[in-house]
Protein backbone atom coordinates (compact mmCIF):
# COMPACT_ATOMS: atom_id res chain seq x y z
CA UNK A 1 0.00 0.00 0.00
CA UNK A 2 1.45 3.47 -1.16
CA UNK A 3 1.71 6.16 2.06
CA UNK A 4 -1.16 8.29 -0.46
CA UNK A 5 -3.58 5.12 -0.27
CA UNK A 6 -2.83 4.60 3.66
CA UNK A 7 -3.52 8.68 4.19
CA UNK A 8 -6.58 7.64 2.12
CA UNK A 9 -8.11 4.56 3.73
CA UNK A 10 -7.71 6.74 7.06
CA UNK A 11 -9.18 10.34 6.44
CA UNK A 12 -11.34 9.74 3.53
CA UNK A 13 -8.88 11.27 0.99
CA UNK A 14 -7.38 14.59 2.02
CA UNK A 15 -4.76 14.87 5.24
CA UNK A 16 -6.78 15.93 7.66
CA UNK A 17 -6.68 19.13 9.33
CA UNK A 18 -6.48 17.97 13.16
CA UNK A 19 -5.41 14.59 14.40
CA UNK A 20 -5.66 14.24 17.81
CA UNK A 21 -3.85 11.19 19.15
CA UNK A 22 -4.05 9.04 22.04
CA UNK A 23 -5.13 12.43 24.51
CA UNK A 24 -5.51 11.72 27.90
CA UNK A 25 -6.37 14.64 30.63
CA UNK A 26 -6.45 13.80 34.39
CA UNK A 27 -7.82 16.21 37.24
CA UNK A 28 -6.58 13.82 40.38
CA UNK A 29 -8.68 10.97 40.48
CA UNK A 30 -10.91 11.91 37.37
CA UNK A 31 -10.07 11.57 33.98
CA UNK A 32 -11.47 14.01 31.94
CA UNK A 33 -10.55 12.57 28.52
CA UNK A 34 -9.49 8.98 28.29
CA UNK A 35 -6.83 8.26 25.17
CA UNK A 36 -9.46 10.28 22.43
CA UNK A 37 -8.32 9.97 19.07
CA UNK A 38 -10.14 12.42 16.39
CA UNK A 39 -9.46 13.13 13.05
CA UNK A 40 -11.48 16.55 11.78
CA UNK A 41 -11.15 16.96 7.98
CA UNK A 42 -10.40 19.68 5.54
CA UNK A 43 -13.99 21.84 5.53
CA UNK A 44 -15.78 19.39 7.47
CA UNK A 45 -17.93 20.29 10.00
CA UNK A 46 -17.43 17.82 12.84
CA UNK A 47 -19.67 17.98 16.25
CA UNK A 48 -18.59 16.63 19.60
CA UNK A 49 -21.71 15.47 21.43
CA UNK A 50 -22.23 13.78 25.14
CA UNK A 51 -23.28 15.00 28.26
CA UNK A 52 -22.41 17.58 30.71
CA UNK A 53 -18.87 16.22 32.30
CA UNK A 54 -18.04 13.88 29.53
CA UNK A 55 -15.10 16.35 28.83
CA UNK A 56 -15.44 18.14 25.49
CA UNK A 57 -14.82 21.81 26.69
CA UNK A 58 -11.62 19.64 28.55
CA UNK A 59 -10.71 18.35 24.61
CA UNK A 60 -10.97 22.05 23.52
CA UNK A 61 -8.99 23.31 25.69
CA UNK A 62 -6.12 20.79 25.09
CA UNK A 63 -6.46 21.82 20.97
CA UNK A 64 -6.22 25.06 22.08
CA UNK A 65 -3.28 24.76 24.94
CA UNK A 66 -4.93 26.18 27.42
CA UNK A 67 -4.81 22.75 29.46
CA UNK A 68 -1.99 20.56 28.90
CA UNK A 69 -2.44 17.03 28.30
CA UNK A 70 -1.09 14.18 30.58
CA UNK A 71 -0.23 12.06 26.98
CA UNK A 72 -0.77 12.43 23.39
CA UNK A 73 -0.80 14.23 20.60
CA UNK A 74 -2.37 17.09 18.42
CA UNK A 75 -1.38 17.98 15.03
CA UNK A 76 -2.65 20.67 13.05
CA UNK A 77 -1.99 20.51 8.96
CA UNK A 78 0.62 18.21 9.40
CA UNK A 79 2.51 20.00 12.45
CA UNK A 80 2.81 18.51 15.80
CA UNK A 81 1.68 21.30 18.26
CA UNK A 82 1.45 19.28 21.59
CA UNK A 83 3.29 21.43 23.52
CA UNK A 84 2.87 24.44 21.16
CA UNK A 85 1.79 27.71 23.42
CA UNK A 86 -1.96 28.99 22.85
CA UNK A 87 -1.26 32.27 21.17
CA UNK A 88 1.27 30.63 18.77
CA UNK A 89 -1.42 27.88 18.05
CA UNK A 90 -3.87 30.67 17.19
CA UNK A 91 -1.55 32.04 14.64
CA UNK A 92 -1.36 29.16 12.93
CA UNK A 93 -5.06 29.23 12.54
CA UNK A 94 -6.93 27.88 15.74
CA UNK A 95 -9.82 29.52 16.44
CA UNK A 96 -12.54 29.78 19.07
CA UNK A 97 -15.13 30.75 21.03
CA UNK A 98 -15.92 29.76 24.30
CA UNK A 99 -18.94 27.84 26.42
CA UNK A 100 -18.55 31.71 28.87
CA UNK A 101 -18.54 34.85 26.89
CA UNK A 102 -15.52 36.74 26.61
CA UNK A 103 -15.80 40.02 25.07
CA UNK A 104 -14.94 43.15 26.11
CA UNK A 105 -18.35 44.83 27.50
CA UNK A 106 -17.61 48.07 27.76
CA UNK A 107 -16.33 48.09 24.37
CA UNK A 108 -18.27 48.52 20.83
CA UNK A 109 -19.20 44.92 18.28
CA UNK A 110 -16.45 46.89 16.03
CA UNK A 111 -13.76 47.50 18.52
CA UNK A 112 -14.41 43.56 19.59
CA UNK A 113 -13.61 42.94 16.01
CA UNK A 114 -10.46 45.27 15.47
CA UNK A 115 -8.80 43.86 18.68
CA UNK A 116 -8.94 40.60 17.72
CA UNK A 117 -7.69 41.34 14.48
CA UNK A 118 -4.52 43.48 15.93
CA UNK A 119 -4.20 41.07 18.78
CA UNK A 120 -4.27 38.22 16.32
CA UNK A 121 -1.44 39.62 14.10
CA UNK A 122 0.54 40.28 17.42
CA UNK A 123 0.20 43.99 17.55
CA UNK A 124 -0.65 46.02 20.24
CA UNK A 125 -4.27 47.67 20.45
CA UNK A 126 -3.38 51.30 19.72
CA UNK A 127 -5.12 51.75 16.95
CA UNK A 128 -8.62 51.82 18.91
CA UNK A 129 -8.05 55.14 19.76
CA UNK A 130 -6.93 56.29 16.19
CA UNK A 131 -9.17 53.86 14.01
CA UNK A 132 -8.85 56.63 11.20
CA UNK A 133 -5.11 55.62 10.88
CA UNK A 134 -6.39 51.85 9.81
CA UNK A 135 -9.01 52.50 7.49
CA UNK A 136 -8.15 49.10 5.87
CA UNK A 137 -8.34 47.04 9.23
CA UNK A 138 -11.77 49.08 10.21
CA UNK A 139 -13.45 47.76 6.48
CA UNK A 140 -12.14 44.43 7.26
CA UNK A 141 -13.72 44.67 11.07
CA UNK A 142 -17.10 45.72 9.56
CA UNK A 143 -17.08 42.73 6.48
CA UNK A 144 -16.95 40.29 9.46
CA UNK A 145 -19.60 41.53 11.84
CA UNK A 146 -21.52 41.70 8.31
CA UNK A 147 -20.75 37.86 8.13
CA UNK A 148 -22.39 37.03 11.06
CA UNK A 149 -25.04 39.24 10.80
CA UNK A 150 -24.23 42.15 12.46
CA UNK A 151 -23.32 44.47 9.95
CA UNK A 152 -25.72 47.50 11.57
CA UNK A 153 -24.73 46.78 15.04
CA UNK A 154 -21.43 48.51 14.62
CA UNK A 155 -21.45 51.15 17.49
CA UNK A 156 -23.56 49.24 19.74
CA UNK A 157 -21.49 48.41 22.84
CA UNK A 158 -21.29 44.49 24.07
CA UNK A 159 -23.68 45.35 27.19
CA UNK A 160 -26.43 46.37 25.43
CA UNK A 161 -26.53 43.42 23.15
CA UNK A 162 -28.98 40.46 23.56
CA UNK A 163 -27.73 36.89 23.98
CA UNK A 164 -27.73 35.75 20.48
CA UNK A 165 -25.89 38.91 19.10
CA UNK A 166 -23.16 38.25 21.85
CA UNK A 167 -22.89 34.99 20.35
CA UNK A 168 -22.97 35.66 16.40
CA UNK A 169 -20.63 38.33 17.67
CA UNK A 170 -17.97 35.93 19.18
CA UNK A 171 -17.81 34.22 16.06
CA UNK A 172 -16.99 37.23 14.39
CA UNK A 173 -14.30 37.88 17.03
CA UNK A 174 -13.20 34.23 15.88
CA UNK A 175 -13.33 34.63 12.58
CA UNK A 176 -11.10 37.85 12.12
CA UNK A 177 -8.12 36.32 12.83
CA UNK A 178 -8.81 34.05 10.01
CA UNK A 179 -8.82 30.89 11.04
CA UNK A 180 -8.25 27.88 9.35
CA UNK A 181 -10.01 25.46 12.13
CA UNK A 182 -12.99 26.72 14.49
CA UNK A 183 -13.68 25.38 17.88
CA UNK A 184 -17.26 26.26 19.09
CA UNK A 185 -17.82 25.40 22.49
CA UNK A 186 -21.96 25.52 22.98
CA UNK A 187 -22.77 28.34 20.73
CA UNK A 188 -26.37 28.16 20.90
CA UNK A 189 -26.43 27.26 24.81
CA UNK A 190 -29.19 29.63 26.36
CA UNK A 191 -30.35 30.63 23.06
CA UNK A 192 -34.43 30.89 22.21
CA UNK A 193 -35.29 29.20 19.00
CA UNK A 194 -35.23 32.32 17.01
CA UNK A 195 -31.48 32.84 18.02
CA UNK A 196 -30.98 29.54 17.33
CA UNK A 197 -31.87 29.18 13.88
CA UNK A 198 -29.86 32.35 13.02
CA UNK A 199 -27.20 30.81 14.48
CA UNK A 200 -27.38 27.72 12.43
CA UNK A 201 -27.73 29.79 9.59
CA UNK A 202 -24.87 30.83 10.31
CA UNK A 203 -22.53 28.06 11.03
CA UNK A 204 -24.59 26.20 7.45
CA UNK A 205 -23.04 29.26 5.92
CA UNK A 206 -19.33 28.70 7.60
CA UNK A 207 -19.55 25.32 6.70
CA UNK A 208 -17.11 23.86 3.74
CA UNK A 209 -14.94 27.60 4.16
CA UNK A 210 -13.73 26.12 7.72
CA UNK A 211 -12.90 23.50 9.02
CA UNK A 212 -15.10 23.51 12.41
CA UNK A 213 -15.16 21.50 15.64
CA UNK A 214 -18.88 22.21 17.16
CA UNK A 215 -19.64 21.45 20.70
CA UNK A 216 -23.49 21.28 21.16
CA UNK A 217 -26.42 20.09 22.68
CA UNK A 218 -28.87 21.48 20.80
CA UNK A 219 -29.05 17.85 18.65
CA UNK A 220 -31.58 19.67 16.09
CA UNK A 221 -29.16 21.74 15.13
CA UNK A 222 -26.37 19.02 15.42
CA UNK A 223 -27.92 16.86 12.92
CA UNK A 224 -28.76 19.36 10.65
CA UNK A 225 -25.34 20.67 10.16
CA UNK A 226 -23.04 17.75 11.35
CA UNK A 227 -20.64 16.07 8.37
CA UNK A 228 -19.69 13.72 11.21
CA UNK A 229 -20.38 13.53 14.47
CA UNK A 230 -18.59 12.05 17.73
CA UNK A 231 -19.52 10.85 21.10
CA UNK A 232 -17.60 11.64 23.99
CA UNK A 233 -19.08 9.55 27.35
CA UNK A 234 -16.60 9.68 30.59
CA UNK A 235 -14.26 11.14 28.49
CA UNK A 236 -14.09 8.33 26.25
CA UNK A 237 -15.04 8.81 22.34
CA UNK A 238 -17.02 5.90 22.30
CA UNK A 239 -18.37 6.65 18.18
CA UNK A 240 -17.48 8.41 15.31
CA UNK A 241 -20.02 8.34 12.47
CA UNK A 242 -22.75 10.24 9.84
CA UNK A 243 -25.54 11.74 10.90
CA UNK A 244 -27.25 8.37 10.32
CA UNK A 245 -24.82 6.53 12.04
CA UNK A 246 -25.25 8.00 14.94
CA UNK A 247 -29.14 7.93 15.00
CA UNK A 248 -29.30 4.01 14.79
CA UNK A 249 -26.18 3.30 16.62
CA UNK A 250 -27.64 1.32 19.83
CA UNK A 251 -24.38 2.52 22.06
CA UNK A 252 -24.71 5.76 21.20
CA UNK A 253 -28.72 6.04 22.14
CA UNK A 254 -28.55 4.38 25.13
CA UNK A 255 -25.72 6.49 26.14
CA UNK A 256 -26.66 9.80 24.68
CA UNK A 257 -29.65 10.17 22.79
CA UNK A 258 -32.09 8.00 25.44
CA UNK A 259 -31.38 10.64 27.96
CA UNK A 260 -32.26 14.34 27.44
CA UNK A 261 -29.42 16.65 27.36
CA UNK A 262 -29.93 19.02 30.69
CA UNK A 263 -28.82 21.97 29.30
P1 LIG B 1 -18.11 18.97 29.29
O1 LIG B 1 -17.61 20.18 28.57
O2 LIG B 1 -18.27 17.77 28.43
O3 LIG B 1 -19.37 19.27 30.06
P2 LIG B 1 -15.72 19.33 30.91
O4 LIG B 1 -14.61 19.14 29.97
O5 LIG B 1 -16.07 20.72 31.29
O6 LIG B 1 -17.03 18.55 30.37
O7 LIG B 1 -15.42 18.55 32.24
C1 LIG B 1 -15.06 17.17 32.26
C2 LIG B 1 -14.81 16.77 33.68
O8 LIG B 1 -13.58 17.35 34.12
C3 LIG B 1 -15.88 17.25 34.65
O9 LIG B 1 -16.09 16.25 35.62
C4 LIG B 1 -15.29 18.49 35.26
O10 LIG B 1 -15.78 18.73 36.54
C5 LIG B 1 -13.81 18.15 35.26
N1 LIG B 1 -12.95 19.32 35.14
C6 LIG B 1 -12.90 20.16 34.08
N2 LIG B 1 -11.97 21.10 34.27
C7 LIG B 1 -11.41 20.86 35.49
C8 LIG B 1 -10.37 21.49 36.25
N3 LIG B 1 -9.73 22.56 35.79
N4 LIG B 1 -10.07 20.95 37.46
C9 LIG B 1 -10.71 19.86 37.92
N5 LIG B 1 -11.69 19.21 37.25
C10 LIG B 1 -12.04 19.70 36.04
MG1 LIG C 1 -18.40 22.10 28.34
Do not use: W
Amino acid sequence: MTKAAIGEAICGGAAPTLAIDNLRKAFGALVATDSVTLEIRPGELHALIGPNGAGKSTLISQICGEVRPDSGSIRFNGRDMTRLKPHLRARLGLGRTFQITQLCQDFTTLENVLLSIETGAGRSSGMLSNPRRNVGLVAQARERLTEVGLGEQAGRRVATLGHGERRLLEIAVALARRPKLLLLDEPMAGLGPEESAAMTRLLAALKGQYAILLVEHDMGAVFALADRISVLVYGRRIFTGTVEEIRTHPEVRAAYLGAEPTC
